[in-house]
Nanobody, 127 residues
Framework: VQLQASGGGLVQAGGSLRVSCAGP????????MGWFRQAPGKERDFVAG????????SYADSVKGRFTVSRDNAKKLMYLQMNSLKPDDTAVYYC?????????????????????WGQGTLVTVSS
């Protein structure tokens, strides 16, 4: 199952952008969801996560206070609202889904724990 990320683009430093993620198409409420990003020449890192019900979120220290993750289970969509963008935020942003084995769990920050992911959407922040 492939997820579909969209909404990337070019934005000036200090600006805002919202990226979206569609899917998984089946049993959507059974997944914790996360955003990861990979900058050129760097490893893929965790950005933000949200549990299956949308009641618990987590963020990387580098984006805390600037990014907000949310989800709409009825529409099977997840969002990442990015404010006060910096050139260091330039990366390909990937959304990923982790099947819930424990209803009290939070999103794992390890890419290897993801069950499904998409091709990513490029976000470029100019200085």
């Amino acid at each position: 199952v492939q997820l579909q990320a969209s909404g990337g683009g070019l934005v000036q430093a200090g600006g805002s952008l919202r990226v979206s993620c569609a899917g998984p198409p089946h049993s959507y409420n059974n997944y914790n969801m996360g955003w990861f990003r990979q900058a050129p020449g760097k490893e893929r890192d965790f950005v933000a996560g949200i549990n299956w019900s949308g009641t618990r979120t987590s963020y990387a220290d580098s984006v805390k206070g600037r990014f907000t993750v949310s989800r709409d289970n009825a529409k099977k969509l997840m969002y990442l609202q990015m404010n006060s963008l910096k050139p260091d935020d330039t990366a390909v942003y990937y959304c990923a889904a982790q099947f819930v084995s424990d209803w009290g769990s939070v999103v794992s920050r390890a890419w290897s724990d993801n069950n499904h992911w998409g091709q990513g959407t490029l976000v470029t922040v100019s200085s």
